[in-house]
């Protein structure tokens, strides 16, 4: 183990790799995908510079890595958000506006990033509802960006744990002209009642 981790009985880790590109204090270098699921704010990648300096002027937030910007390029990135992270004032309600304006705009397909939005209508079981937020780092490292030194699940049983609930949060949520028309109705401060038809799948 390098003398910059630290590795708990339970087989959490925390990593701190200063002056190396990371997500959530973890190098990204050889990623080959990542998944993001976020249930408290709009992840860092995918914040707008006011969001962004709202979410700095909260310490625990901005120590917990909640104001990272930068992904690797390349890598498929898929990120599912609850929509109840978007009710949240943060900066003000012109900074939301903007923000989910922002949302829309990178709802294009053929990218390498991919946004989802779990709606709160949703009919949900107990085994699906909201976790605290954790990336998942191709499939066998989790980072959850809970403390100011994120903790890093290896262990393939936790590993497996977060990589099966992002599978059923994906199921739940809205992608392409669904989430579009959500997003919408919420920049305007009229959340819809409900949302026809079935989500999009990826083909």
């Known amino acids: 183990m390098r003398s910059d981790e630290r590795l708990n009985a339970g087989g959490a880790r925390h990593a701190s790799h200063p002056g190396r590109p990371t997500i959530w204090g973890v190098p990204w270098q050889r990623a080959r995908r990542i998944r993001i699921y976020a249930s408290t704010l ?30 690797p390029n390349g890598v498929p990135v898929a990120f599912v958000l609850e929509e109840s992270v978007l009710h949240r004032q943060v900066g003000g309600h012109d900074v939301m506006r903007a923000q989910i304006s922002h949302l829309l705009g990178l709802l294009r397909p053929a990218t390498n990033l991919s946004v989802s939005l779990i709606p709160l209508h949703v009919g949900r079981t107990p085994e699906d509802l909201p976790m605290e937020p954790f ?44 989430a579009s028309q959500h997003l919408v109705g919420l920049q305007n401060g009229h959340a819809p ?3 026809p038809g079935r989500r999009q799948r990826r083909k």
């Open 193 to 195: 009642t409900s949302v």
């Open 42 to 71: 709009v992840p860092g990648p995918l914040q707008i510079y006011g969001y962004r300096e709202a979410v700095r002027s909260y310490p625990l937030a901005r120590e917990c890595g909640h104001d990272e910007a930068v992904l």
């Open 135 to 178: 990336v998942i780092i191709d499939s066998h490292r989790v980072v959850l960006p809970v403390t100011p030194r994120p903790v890093v699940l290896e262990h393939r049983e936790q590993a497996s744990r977060y990589t099966a609930a992002f599978a059923r949060f994906y199921r739940l949520a809205l992608t392409g002209p669904l």
